[in-house]
């Protein structure tokens, strides 16, 4: 398990740090600009959906896969609607985010709105996953370029909301 985290984690740590492969013998990939992770397009929404989505799947008692599948896959999702939110601004200075990358907000929400319907599809037997991918949709047809930052905190925390309710629910069950 240290060494799967350390595998995911360790990009992060990296973020921002410029690399030179060229440093470590490889002068072939010399390029004059040092490669930085962050500009690579959806590396943060991978980042954060893996880093996240495998840091909460011991709260569920549904198979691990199957929990950190939807985590992450639930938490890139997020992470490219926080991303619509700043498309204007990234747009124009040119950074490469996948809303961007996709043109519009307009085609980011539809393919959301797919991948959500596939998670559905996927989890088909599981009120709370279907539950939350609903509201995952709704909440990328509802937040926009003009939406407050807030809002999207709403949008982050939406696993949290049916997953106590899936506590709560079972608490009570004979």
Not at 1 to 20: E, G, K, R, Y
Not at 44 to 62: C, E, H, M, Q, T
Not at 115 to 141: H, T
């Amino acid at each position: 398990m240290a060494i799967l985290t350390a595998i995911f984690t360790t990009p992060a740590f990296l973020w921002a740090t410029p690399i030179d492969p060229w440093r470590i013998g490889y002068s072939s990939l010399r390029s004059g600009t040092p490669f930085i992770i962050k500009r690579v397009p959806g590396m943060k929404a991978i980042f954060n959906g893996i880093i996240r989505g495998y840091s909460d799947y011991n709260v569920l008692p549904w198979t691990i896969i199957k929990t950190v599948i939807w985590l992450t896959v639930n938490h890139i999702c997020h992470s490219i609607m926080t991303d619509v939110r700043d498309f204007d601004e990234d747009d124009k200075a040119g950074v490469l985010t996948i809303p961007v990358l996709l043109g519009s907000p307009l085609k980011t929400w539809i393919v959301l709105t797919i991948i959500q319907a596939a998670v559905m599809i996927a989890f088909i037997g599981n009120p709370y996953i279907l539950a939350s991918s609903c509201f995952v949709i709704a909440l990328v047809w509802i937040l926009g370029k003009d939406s407050p930052k807030e809002c999207f905190l709403l949008s982050i925390h939406s696993q949290s909301i049916f997953i106590v309710m899936y506590a709560v629910i079972n608490s009570y069950s004979f």
